[in-house]
């Protein structure tokens, strides 16, 4: 009788010992989740001309940043390069966007548009031919 109840009293004790190391290890794995939920991200924005293969030279029209809710509207940028500072951005803000249009003179011509986080390009989008053209980026921190 005694080592039944000693096998019965060792099986719950085991049984104890187990809830409470999936419980311990369980809390400790959502703790490490919240704490890299939101990360401080090196942005840059980047909108580029390339003339092509005529003596006609492309013009920018307007480039539009947003990150968030805060937009900036840039007109008739001179250049055929124009790139914003480095920033960071809490990936809170969940979106970024960049829309950019221009004059292109030359039917191999293009409008490039770039975004870099963290020093690497997170998407990038081109608009090719004559006339005036639109190259627009939307990224997202958040899955969908």
Known sequence: MKQIYKSTSLHRLSFL??????MVSF???????????FQE??????AKLVKGTGTAVPVFKTIVTQVGT?????????????ASDEFFVNSSQSQLNLDANAVLPNPDSQLIV???????????????GTGTKDASIDYSFLEL
């Open 17 to 22: 010992v187990v809830a409470l190391i999936s």
């Open 27 to 37: 809390t400790n794995s959502c703790k490490e989740d919240d704490e890299d939920e």
């Open 41 to 46: 991200r090196l942005v840059q924005f980047e």
């Open 70 to 82: 805060s937009q900036n509207t840039i007109f008739d940028s001179p250049g055929t390069v124009w």
């Open 114 to 128: 770039t975004l870099y986080i963290d020093g690497e390009v997170a998407k990038s989008d081109t608009a090719t």
